[in-house]
């Protein structure tokens, strides 16, 4: 028996992949449409492609509050914040501590540690305390001084789904004179997030998580205050108003976004993530996230009268979309729900539940009846 056609309920990956119903006939018609005209023996190609990144832009420009000319495509959150990094002026970062958690993506953290050296600044993790599932914002806040050049918050964490108080820690780092970024991939799309509330200097995320997109396509939002000081190193021809301008010694940055662009843009994993974020968009304000909390309240619940640890923050406005739970034998409880078509997944100790709008109220019942269940 194929359980995974028959009980899409059963899915608690949105921390990984976003789904809703029709998402595959949707992303099949986008590539499709992308086919049909990259495959036409004109020169219509690059309007009509051009055309995609631009209405991928202005979705996720809705879906973060930001204004037209910028927010542009990365492939990865890392490489997102790679650009921003070889961008910022050098002083931003030389000599200066640049802040992050413990807790904030590993590749995020892999990348800042190399990049350490060559751009002159000291990573500074703020650890968590033993036993602790997430970095306290007190101890954010005791780290993070007048020497810190740069701090790299985590809207919605992927190992607790923590959410830190974004609004004190920004007032903090603004009075410290810090510039701060938040990388919004585990809340885009389930936790209120807006690039002017509370300001930030840049945003960086991906779209296939709540958003239901596609790999590779990422983004960057820059504030445009902050655009104009930007020299991005790792530009191309399209960081310029005009990418046809080929002469060698003219090369001058766009005055917007666009200076963050390189070479040909990768439009094909922005098109087939336009379905997602129109699909997003269009359902009614708050009803994603209401359907997300009652699951999360329910899973919570059963966890406790199953006596579970509960390694996310108990307050709902103080966690995202999942809910994780500390187990001995996670990996091999992954193994045993999915026999019985329950989507999850684990990290080390962690098992991690993301209830989104495909999934069912009688899925988190079957799942903590299995998990109670001595076999
Ligand atoms: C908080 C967070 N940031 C970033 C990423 C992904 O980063 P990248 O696109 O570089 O793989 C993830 C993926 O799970 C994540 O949870």
Not at 78 to 99: F, V
Not at 283 to 293: E, F, K, S, V, Y
């Amino acid at each position: 028996m194929n359980e995974h056609s028959v009980q899409p309920g059963g899915y608690f990956l949105y921390h990984s992949i976003g789904q809703f119903e029709g998402k595959d006939q949707a992303m099949a018609a986008a590539l499709a449409g992308f086919a049909g005209f990259w495959g036409a023996p004109d020169d219509g190609q690059w309007g009509q492609a051009l055309a995609l990144k631009a209405r991928f832009l202005a979705l996720w420009r809705q879906v973060i509050g930001a204004p037209e000319g910028s927010v542009t495509t990365c492939e990865s959150v890392t490489a997102g914040l790679y650009a921003i990094i070889g961008a910022l002026p050098a002083d931003r970062l030389r000599g200066k501590r640049l802040l992050v958690a413990g807790d904030c993506f590993p590749s995020l953290h892999f990348l800042l540690s190399a990049a350490a050296a060559r751009f002159g600044f000291t990573l500074d993790t703020v650890p968590l305390r033993e036993g602790e599932f997430w970095v306290r914002d007190e101890d954010m806040i005791a780290a993070w001084g007048a020497d810190v050049g740069l701090a790299l918050l985590t809207l919605t964490t992927s190992t607790a789904s923590h959410r830190p108080g974004l609004a004190e820690l920004v007032a903090h780092g603004r009075a410290q004179g810090s510039l701060i970024g938040v990388d919004i991939t585990q809340g885009a799309g389930v936790v209120p997030y807006s690039v002017d509330a509370p300001e930030v200097d840049f945003t960086i995320s991906t779209s296939l998580k709540w958003l239901c997109g596609a790999p590779g396509a990422g983004i960057v939002h820059v504030h445009p205050r902050l655009i104009g000081e930007c020299r991005p190193e790792f530009c191309g021809w399209f960081s310029q108003e005009n990418p046809f301008s080929w002469d060698l010694d003219a090369f001058e940055y766009a005055p917007d976004i666009r200076r963050f662009d390189n070479g040909t843009p990768a439009v094909l994993a922005a098109a087939a993530s336009i379905p997602g974020l129109e699909w997003y968009l269009t359902q009614a304000p708050g009803a994603i996230a209401r359907h997300n909390l009652e699951l999360c309240e329910q899973i919570i619940e059963r966890a406790d009268a199953a006596g579970l640890r509960l390694a996310s923050p108990r307050q709902a406005e103080r966690r995202g979309g999942s809910v994780m739970l500390q187990i001995d034998n996670a990996a091999a409880t992954v193994d045993r729900l999915r026999a019985h078509g329950l989507f999850t997944d684990a990290r080390g100790k962690i098992l991690r539940l993301s209830p989104g709008w495909i999934t069912e109220a009688n899925a988190v019942d079957r799942l903590f009846d299995l998990l109670s269940a001595r076999d």
